[in-house]
């Protein structure tokens, strides 16, 4: 599925998408910053382009990669909810990405960009 958002959402109102029977999403992200939250249960692979912020403030727990190595704004996600976690590439933003120790894959794939990123890793779930 090609999803495109422009100006979704803000830091105080974020928006909620409901997807179904839906196991890749394209997103392409525009305009002055995008705030959003997925809720799905078959969600597997989250490709994130564009040029403008994203903030995911929830995703499904079914998510096993995200690649938004083609990314060039900034990324904020927390996947410490996520239970298999195999691979995360960041793109050229400053990005802020939190991953639990407990619910990642024991050979989980990590690529960083071009930013300033900073990975928080928990152990909690």
Same mark, same amino acid.
């Given at each position: 599925?090609?999803?495109?958002?422009?100006?979704?959402?803000?830091? +105080?109102?974020?928006?909620?998408?409901?997807?179904?029977? /839906?196991?890749?999403?394209?997103?392409?992200?525009?305009?002055?910053?995008?705030?959003?939250?997925?809720?799905?249960?078959?969600?597997?692979?989250?490709? /994130?382009?564009?040029?403008?912020?994203?903030? #995911?403030?929830?995703?499904? +727990?079914?998510?096993?990669?995200?690649?938004?190595?083609?990314?060039?704004?900034?990324?904020?996600?927390? #996947?410490?909810?996520?239970?298999?976690?195999?691979?995360?590439?960041?793109?050229?933003?400053?990005?802020? /990405?939190?991953?639990?120790?407990?619910?990642?894959?024991?050979?989980?794939?990590?690529?960083?960009?071009?930013?300033?990123?900073?990975?928080?890793?928990?152990?909690?779930?």
């Amino acid at each position: 599925m090609n999803l495109t958002l422009n100006s979704v959402g803000s830091e +105080d109102e974020t928006v909620k998408l409901t997807i179904e029977d /839906i196991e890749t999403i394209n997103l392409t992200t525009q305009g002055e910053g995008n705030f959003v939250e997925f809720d799905s249960e078959d969600l597997n692979t989250l490709n /994130i382009t564009g040029d403008s912020n994203v903030v #995911l403030t929830a995703v499904p +727990d079914s998510l096993e990669n995200v690649d938004a190595s083609e990314l060039t704004g900034n990324l904020t996600v927390d #996947l410490s909810t996520v239970t298999s976690l195999a691979t995360l590439e960041t793109g050229a933003g400053d990005d802020s /990405i939190t991953v639990s120790a407990n619910n990642t894959d024991t050979e989980m794939v990590l690529a960083g960009g071009d930013g300033e990123d900073v990975l928080t890793q928990n152990n909690s779930r």
